[in-house]
């Protein structure tokens, strides 16, 4: 657009401007953070942008002599191009991209800050700048990283700006005419069914909780094949994500579902005191569903994302093989009701978690642990934390196959732990956990108990759809649901 290239937009509504703009471009200097290589500290940093730099010379044919420094490479190269051509526009993505992937090694991750900050401070106050843009992944990291640079306006969350970066619904169904129709035929669906599903799997991104937008890599890919894949993950999970959940003590996934959170729940300016909601919102995992006053509810946009969290789980939290088979046997063994295979699929699975990952307390956390964690939810014993780590799993094999659940339906009288519809039939699941083997009965007994009092089947009465209630015990010694 700075350019002047006006054909690339051709019909569309900016085509006007960059015809004008074409009278007299602006040079343009585009960053990304993403593609600087490997580097231990903030002198190879340091060296890996002004390679980066270098590049960018040369491809320009500027007369740039060689410098030591990276921030004073990036000012010599502003005031260059705004002698030869006028004001400068800078584009920078992925800015925080060293930083994130050092959130595991908090030093380190703070000498990526620091160097950085240092980079980006050229921006401050640069008379030889037009216009400005800075993208990344995390919001909690501009306060340290361009605190210094406060020219700059940060519309991550500004309603006006909340459908600049995904299709509307009205842009989806004005702009893809064809493509609907294309693909209703291909899938032989009609045009309303094909926009719910649509909806159901791509929409409900949302930066302020009132507009909401698509995916747009996920759209694109979906009209290119007709076919409702999770694009989303197969595009590339941020790997400060999984690293950080790795390394830190994490919920069961549905936990984050509905979640109430202070407005300003991402601002955050030291990385050791961000939550992992605030990951999970800056990953794209949680979006904003709502404001109330001052607060925000966050919940999971789209099928896609729970279905990307559940394979990222599966995947790089759990390392368990094979888990889309395993995630359809326990389907198909409750929909035949054969808790016998539902059991033994289930327990293969955990079977493929490395000793070693129970030991890291990824799965059953340990009793110091437990007991911080009983510090901070006392609502909470330690043996329902444990009997979390087994749920979670449990859900994120069905997630991970495809298969669409309810967790913690509230009844009157309390919440249920997993719910199953099936066409003829609903599954209620309770989890129980027992020390070892001579717990076992006594808390299939509780669980049952609890499924009765509580009438967690209420909800389905009157559907003419028949209620299985099935209470699973996990016998944490053996790391196994018996039977």
Sequence with gaps: MFQGKAELFKGL?????VKEQANNPNPVIKIDMSVLGSYENKKELNDSIINYLENYIFLNDLSISSEIDASKMLFNIIIRLYKQFGQVVVLIDEYDKPMTDNLNNLEKAEEMREALSKFYGVLKGCPYLRFVMVTGVSKFSKAGLLSGVNNLKDISMV????????YTQQELEENFCEWIENASQNLSMSRKKLLDKIKEYYDGFSFDGVTNVYNPFSVLNFFDESDFKNFWYMS??????????LNHQIKNPDKYDGINVPENFADKREIESASVESFLFQAGYLTIKKKLLNEFVLGYPNEEVRSSLADMYLDDVYHIEGYVSLGNAIWKALEDENIENLVKSFNLAISGIPYEDFQKDKL????DKLLNEIKEDKKLEGEKKCEYWYRSLFVMLLRGAGVIYFAEVHTFKGRSDVVIVFKNKVVVVEFKLAKNSSEVEKKRKEGEEQIKSRDYSSAYKGTNKKVIDLVLVADDEKRQIVL
């Design 159 to 166: 309603s006006k700006y909340a459908d600049i970066v995904g």
């Design 236 to 245: 590339g999970s941020p790997s400060f994500l999984y690293n950080y959940l």
């Design 13 to 17: 509504y900016a085509e006007e401007w």
């Design 364 to 367: 059953a956390p340990s009793k």
